[in-house]
């Protein structure tokens, strides 16, 4: 995958200038271009292909990547000391569905480049792109004090997303991560606010580790490449720029962030039809001033038997849409709190719970992987008094942050919820032990809506406004379309480029090309002059 040019930030304060908007329009959009071509590179249709869709909300061209246009936005962007990133930027564009499917392989376990690789993930656009971002992090964005970059782990949350924010100074002004913020942290909440949140998200994904440690844990490049999964030492910086290639994919731009095929209507109606009555073991509560959004799995025997009869992909939609419900829920806007995922194995007899039974259930579950911490705790209601045993003895194997997410309970989940949020038994839904009716989500709700349609209406009204602030403040100014701003960035040379370094417009080269080449005319003409002179009075002396 190609190195595109992120957008140019200030050394200083981390924010673009607001003259970037106009001169973004008029000279050309690099990171559209350069994704461009890296995805021609890929596929040969791709690059013809790449204009194609239109984007939701009838804003043309609002979701490719554009310029902080107001200083509120320049505010929560901002990064006081940028790390240099000079590898891949945030694609501003996904690849095409004729180059790589979402879904690519059933398989679980498969590598590519000697890195493990999702099942989301393809050897033709996704795979590359992230193995290109990981070998250039690990010497461009590992631990290194006398850099700038120490170990976070110990540090305060302020501390490491103080951090984070310098290592992604440049992923932070793309329109992207802006979209991603709302899916994550809710359309309606505040830029600083909905930003803090999600950086504080990425760093509890990678237990505060900011920078890249697995050189200093695997000394070979090669496992490094095979540990690239361990979070933890991949660090949030590395992490935030795999995930954003992933979100791309998922939440594809030039389509309004609305993917054409998981997210069409005739999809969500055959998938609900198909997959309603087995996952109907899983419920959302919704989230109230008094309590978070709680994902409930009332799991039963032949409920899990039954989902292990549908293929991997099937699953995978239905607990990718699960999990993207509860995050559009306003869980903490409302409570304060993250959602929980409360499972219920009280109908789920002991013989269940077995190596190769969980592990045939995790295969269906691991697009879960794909959401960077959903979920404040995990908490297992009803357990057997074995299990629960067992679990108080090996919880002491793990770290703190780790005991401190998942909590075994041999009672129901009335209690636990009680306990935790002083929701009343009675005020509790019937399914898990209260009294009030028809307070869960049932599955043929939660499959059957486009959970992000929120937050593409919000960056839609955003694109819109600052569209219109734009021309306000620099009338006559024209908009490019994607497409015109793709061939003219292919004319731009291709430099190296550092964060904070600012790349020359066509237009600028030209001028300086033109002065070289009138200051060179006039050094050809001197020289001629005088050798012109010389070799007259030589030939002259000669000829007498």
């Not at 409920?303 to 995050?327: C, H, I, P």
Request: hydrophobic share 40%; with cysteine.
């Amino acid at each position: 995958m190609g190195c595109a040019r992120s957008r140019p930030i200030d050394p200083a304060t981390g924010a673009t200038d607001e003259r970037d908007v106009v001169e973004d329009d008029a000279n050309a959009g690099d990171a559209v271009g350069a994704l461009d071509r890296d995805v021609s590179r890929t596929s040969p249709s791709s690059a013809s292909a790449s204009g194609r869709g239109r984007a939701t909300g009838g804003v043309e061209n609002a979701f490719l990547d554009r310029a902080v246009a107001t200083e509120s936005d320049a505010e929560w962007r901002r990064a006081k000391e940028p790390t240099p990133w000079t590898g891949p930027a945030t694609p501003t564009r996904a690849c095409e569905a004729d180059v790589e499917t979402f879904y690519v392989d059933d398989e679980v376990k498969r590598t590519f480049g000697g890195m493990p690789v999702y099942p989301w993930e393809g050897e033709a656009w996704t795979a590359p792109g992230i193995l290109a971002i990981i070998e250039h992090g690990l010497t461009c964005a590992n631990v290194d004090v006398k850099l700038g970059r120490p170990c976070t782990l110990k540090m305060s949350e302020d501390e490491q997303i103080e951090h984070l924010r310098n290592a992604i100074a440049d992923v932070m002004q793309t329109t992207q991560f802006e979209f991603a913020m709302r899916v994550f942290e809710g359309a309606e909440t505040p830029a600083r606010e909905a930003c803090r949140r999600f950086l504080r998200r990425l760093c509890q994904a990678t237990h505060g580790g900011v920078y890249c440690k697995l050189r200093l844990v695997h000394k070979t490049k090669a496992a490094c490449l095979a540990h690239a999964h361990d979070s933890k030492y991949l660090g949030a910086a590395l992490y935030t720029r795999v995930f954003m290639l992933r979100f791309c994919k998922r939440f594809p731009p030039q389509f309004g962030f609305v993917h054409p095929e998981i997210d069409a209507p005739a999809t969500r109606t055959e998938m609900t039809r198909k997959l309603s009555d087995t996952f109907d073991m899983y419920k959302v509560w919704p989230a109230s001033e008094g309590h978070p959004t709680m994902l409930f799995g009332f799991l039963t025997n032949d409920g899990l038997k039954k989902m292990l009869t549908l293929s991997a992909r099937d699953s995978w939609f239905a607990v990718n849409q699960m999990y993207e419900y509860v995050l559009g829920d306003p869980s903490e806007n409302l409570s304060g709190k993250l959602p929980l995922f409360i499972i219920d194995v009280k109908k789920v007899s002991v013989t269940m719970f077995s190596r190769s039974f969980l592990s045939a259930v995790s295969k269906q579950f691991a697009v879960a992987e794909f959401h960077p911490e959903p979920f404040a705790h995990f908490i297992l209601t009803n357990t057997p008094f074995l299990l629960a045993a067992l679990w108080s003895v090996g919880k002491l194997l793990l770290t703190e942050s780790a005991r401190n997410k998942f909590v075994i309970c041999t009672g129901d989940a009335t209690a636990e919820i009680q306990k935790r949020y002083g929701v009343e038994k009675k005020l509790q839904p019937v399914e898990c032990g209260g009294a009030v009716m028809d307070a869960l989500v049932r599955s043929e709700q939660w499959l059957s809506v486009v959970a992000h349609e929120n937050a593409v209406k919000a960056i839609t009204k955003t694109m819109n406004t600052r569209k219109s602030i734009d021309i306000s403040r620099f009338p006559g100014t024209v908009s490019v379309s994607p497409r015109k701003r793709a061939k003219k960035s292919a004319k731009l040379p291709k430099l190296p480029f550092t964060t904070g370094i600012r790349p020359i417009p066509i237009a600028a080269l030209s001028v300086s090309f033109l002065v070289r080449a009138i200051e060179f005319a006039l050094v050809l003409a001197l020289l001629a002059l005088i050798l012109g002179s010389s070799l007259r009075r030589l030939f002259a002396l000669d000829w007498r």
